[in-house]
């Protein structure tokens, strides 16, 4: 039966609907109304730029290549990476799982920024490389190959986060009937190991290839001028008003592509049938190479896709000790080893001010969205009316929408010249940043929050109410602490994310507050200055040594959750 609401539920309820309308459903209109209607009437002069455009023609079918061919590569090291650590009998596997795992502490512009300087024009493996073969030039890390290697390690983490369940999951008495009945370790890997691993793969081919879509960093910083992606010529767009309905219109594009993809590969998924494992579960043991020859082919291999994860860390962490002649130069000399960057960092206000606008952007839009995702899931988790799945959707739109449409979405309504009601809470360019950051958090706060809320037991209300306790108390209360360690690591994984976030802030940072993804991108342009390249390997190791302590911190509350 429904509910009755009272005024308070009403005021909520009014509330959310203000900010979804607000803040993710105007912003929307008002860029299709930009793009598609001028000076009254209708027009597709935009879309009729776009087909003009030769280079607009061939980021859009660069975006799509780079997507298609990070489901292969991605898909294959992934993989590989998971069983190299999880599957296989690997000498060090503990050593190479954390080498595999450093993509989950550096990401975006950073991880980008890290492997051109490795790669890059100056870097040390192009040097080494040069001095074999004297021919090569030294921008050869550059275009489709760079971007689709960097983007191939970057992607992996999600490989580690959800294969490695996978892996762990399947049941060893299947594996041990195989063996009896005669079938090679190949086999048994192919027909009995692998189907396993369907549902889980196709869920990570899907956001693989949604990632490659929309693709910022690394094609912005090693594409070069012949591999330009749908998201930097968006950049490139916006950064002029008589150009912006074009990028507007390519985002809009961008979104409707992730739409259609998303529709077709869900049905897709629903009609496959999927290997299951017996009800009475055995561990999985780690399988042993029997062949001499390709034991030791693997366990090369282990250690080559080791070096490559680890190289840009290691080097990044030495060059952030070094003085700015020696990472012009390229070259290690470890008597000009020097803590000056890191004094710099914390002594300089100008140095250590992009830190602390991050910080105060990524933890703020952090418990924001929380709070909203906390909010709409108890509304939704208790379906008082009819009307109450509409928040669901609410807070699920901007999962389907890139960034680049939310932040254009946003400037678009920033810069109306109407409807003032919807602008009162865009007072200024620094606070839109903001709201974009807490509008790109929310559906992955609902979805996890959502979650937990299933799990609460509905007998702990019915007593607090009994109690006389009221529905905000009871909130408070019993309801609150009881999903506290995941809603802590939710805030924590979401202010991991933001922390150098590149992608939303390029729109709409505010030129006196610049967060520390631009800065870092800054830092590899070729008119940096020496002292902003050297500040650049300390924001890196400063972003990796939070977000470590950020993910560590995430573990700890879902053991607490866990032992609840």
Known sequence: MRKRLNWKDWLIRLGIIWLIFTLIIYPNIELLSGVFYKNGSFTLDAFNKIIRSERAMSSIFNSFILAISMVFTVNIVGTLIVLLTEYWDIKGAKILKLGYMSSLVYGGIVLATGYKFVYGANGIVTKTLTSIIPGLASNWFQGFGAVLFIMTFACTSNHIMFLTNAV???????????????????????????????????????????????????????????????????????KTTSSRDLAALLAIMLGLATIILLTLLNRVEKGGNYVS???????????????????????????????????????????????????????????????????????????FRPYLVSVVYAIVAAVLATIIAIIISRIVHKNKTKFDKFFEY???????????????????????????????????????????????????????????????????????????????????????PYILP???????????????????????????????????????????????????????????????????????????????
């Open 486 to 564: 995941v809603v802590l690591s939710v805030v924590v994984l979401n202010f991991n994310s933001l922390l150098s976030d590149y992608d939303l802030s390029v729109f709409l940072y505010h030129p006196l507050f610049q967060p520390l993804g631009i800065v870092i991108k800054q830092s590899t342009d070729e008119t940096a200055t020496l002292n902003a390249q050297a500040m650049m390997f300390v924001y890196s190791v400063i972003l990796m040594i939070m977000s470590s302590a950020a993910l560590y911190l995430s573990s700890l509350f879902q053991g607490k959750r866990g032992k609840r």
């Open 277 to 351: 494992v017996s009800k009475t579960k055995a561990s999985l043991k780690k399988q042993v190479i029997s062949s001499p020859i390709w034991n030791i082919v693997v366990h090369i291999i282990a250690y080559i896709l080791f070096l490559i994860y680890m190289l840009p860390i290691v080097l990044i962490i030495l060059y952030s000790f070094t003085d700015s002649l020696t990472i012009k130069t390229g070259s290690l000399d470890f008597s000009k080893f020097t803590l000056a960057n890191y004094a710099n960092l914390f002594t300089d206000a100008q140095s």
């Open 168 to 238: 762990r999951s399947v049941d060893y008495h299947t594996i041990e009937a195989a063996k009896n009945m005669g079938a090679s370790p190949l086999k048994v890997f192919f027909k009995v190991v692998f189907p396993t691993f369907k549902p889980t793969l196709f869920a990570l081919t899907i956001l693989t290839f949604l990632t490659g879509l929309s693709a910022v960093s690394a094609p912005l910083i090693v594409g070069g001028k012949n591999f330009q992606t749908i998201n930097p010529l968006i950049i490139s767009f916006a």
């Open 394 to 480: 609410g807070a699920l739109i901007p999962w389907i929408l890139p960034g680049t449409l939310i932040a254009l979405g946003l400037m678009f309504t920033f810069n109306s010249p109407h409807l003032i009601l919807f602008n009162i809470v865009l007072v200024g360019t620094v606070f839109i940043l903001l709201i974009a950051y807490t509008i790109q958090k929310l559906p992955f706060s609902y979805r996890m929050i959502r979650a937990v809320f299933f799990s609460i037991d509905n007998d702990m209300e019915e007593a607090a109410r009994s109690m006389g306790a009221s529905s905000f108390y009871t909130m408070v209360r019993v309801i609150i």
